[in-house]
């Protein structure tokens, strides 16, 4: 495959139990983002999900192939599915697109970067393990810091509290928006937009 294709990763945990929680917003971009293609997701070889589409529009013109994919290990091994799906597609780590949440950030909050730490991610750090680099995309989502005396991994495994459930469709089309905007227009224009906010 030609190198204007992307992998789209949505880090998240599987099953039913995790769906709502903070940890699995990655998922629920890319549950977006197929809604906005029309795909469906099938499983690989690679121990994810996956679906091939378009993203975005370029001048009226459906934008660059993009591979959607949610991993169905949990997220501290979501780096071998990332491997595998970069070596079975031919795509290099900058053309790869890590969805996460980040308790660094208020929730609401979009932030985008190529490269850096991991930030005590599992998932990210899996990736880099796997993939060999840090120098892959990722867009973060903001889900805010726990409250005092909660650790941050049992906040990440919550639901979201009533108030965010209320706003978090609009926030996930937000990220997916900045997905788009990412793929069609790059980093630079993509930070500025929802950098400034």
């Known amino acids: 495959m030609a190198q204007d294709t992307w992998l789209i990763i949505g880090l998240g945990n599987p099953g039913d139990q995790y769906a709502a929680t903070r940890h699995n917003i990655g998922h629920m971009v890319v549950d977006e983002l197929l809604t906005r293609t029309g795909g469906k997701l099938g499983k690989s070889k690679a121990r994810a999900l996956v679906s091939e589409g378009r993203l975005g529009m370029v001048r009226g013109v459906p934008g660059p192939r993009a591979v959607l994919a949610k991993s169905l290990t949990y997220m501290n091994e979501s780096g071998g599915p990332v491997s595998a799906l970069t070596k079975f597609y031919s795509i ?36 880099t393990k796997s993939l060999g680099t840090k120098d892959y995309l990722r867009v973060r989502a903001g889900v805010g810091r726990p409250p005092v005396r909660m650790e941050t991994a049992d906040y990440v495994l919550k639901p979201f509290s009533k108030d965010e459930r209320a706003s978090l469709p609009i926030f996930v ?19 500025l937009k929802y950098h400034s906010r």
């Open 173 to 191: 089309s937000d990220v997916a928006d900045a997905v788009e905007m990412l793929l069609t227009e790059g980093l630079e224009k993509t930070q």
């Open 92 to 127: 290099e780590p900058d053309h790869v697109v890590a969805i996460h949440d980040d308790v660094d950030i208020p929730f609401d909050t979009i932030k985008l970067k190529l490269g850096g730490g991991e930030g005590g991610h599992n998932g990210l750090r899996s990736m």
